[in-house]
């Protein structure tokens, strides 16, 4: 609701030599305005709107920073790195290796294998598109830590390929001791273990990194303004 209302009028007819008749000059239709409570919601929508301004500047800012970062695929990198951490992470819950009448749910163990290699070859895909030194080098290493355990991963069903991405052979991986599949992917020192903790260097390194850009993108914009200023 808007009100076309100018507070100035209530008392822009004041005489300030005249004290005695300190209503004198107000409009009697802008006194019943107040009355009914007029100018109150005048006021309230006025600042509702301004509110609304301030939070609509702050979000198209914030969305501009976010936007920035994500062009430069680390906020994806910090995604898919986090994604590949817990895919390592349900190997080592108990409820996996959980048997039932001596029997092992094999449809949740291959689901937990399957999950893992969708994770690993999402973080390969990613590292790609990002452009950061530290991250390339823990990328390097581990698939060269991928590439020494092809010949192990192979025999449950996982194979390493030239382009470094894994792929599942079902049948393969159906048929795998369940045990080689534990020991390959939960527990200290196990291959899965140390794919997880370059996966969280990966993410801690996406971090530093969009800290980095947006602190250099605030820095390049100050000076801009500064140099429009001075020109």
Do not use: C, P
Not at 126 to 154: D, F, G
Not at 169 to 184: C, H, Q, R
């Amino acid at each position: 609701m808007r009100f076309n209302f100018d507070v100035t009028s209530l008392f822009g007819g004041l005489n300030s030599n005249n004290s005695n008749n300190l209503f004198g000059g107000i409009n009697l239709s802008d006194y019943s305005l107040i009355k009914r409570g007029g100018y109150k919601k005048l006021m309230k929508s006025y600042y509702d709107e301004q509110s609304g301004k301030t939070t609509h500047k702050n979000n198209v800012t914030t969305n501009k920073k976010e936007q920035a970062i994500d062009k430069t695929g680390l906020t994806q990198m910090k995604k898919e790195s986090d994604g590949l951490k817990s895919a390592v992470e349900a190997f080592n819950k108990d409820d996996l290796w959980k048997q039932t009448n001596g029997e092992y749910d094999m449809e949740k163990i291959t689901g937990a294998v399957k999950s893992f290699v969708n994770e690993y070859n999402d973080v390969i895909n990613q590292s790609s598109k990002v452009n950061s030194k530290e991250i390339s080098q823990t990328m390097r290493y581990m698939s060269s830590m991928t590439n020494t355990m092809s010949k192990a991963l192979s025999k449950i069903g996982v194979a390493v390929g030239v382009d470094g991405k894994l792929s599942i052979n079902e049948d393969t991986l159906k048929k795998a001791n369940v045990t080689s599949i534990k020991s390959m992917f939960a527990g200290a020192g196990s291959y899965g273990a140390q794919i997880e903790a370059k996966a969280s260097e990966v993410s801690r390194a996406t971090i530093m990194n969009s800290s980095m850009y947006s602190s250099n993108a605030t820095l390049s914009s100050t000076l801009n303004g500064m140099y429009d200023k001075w020109i």
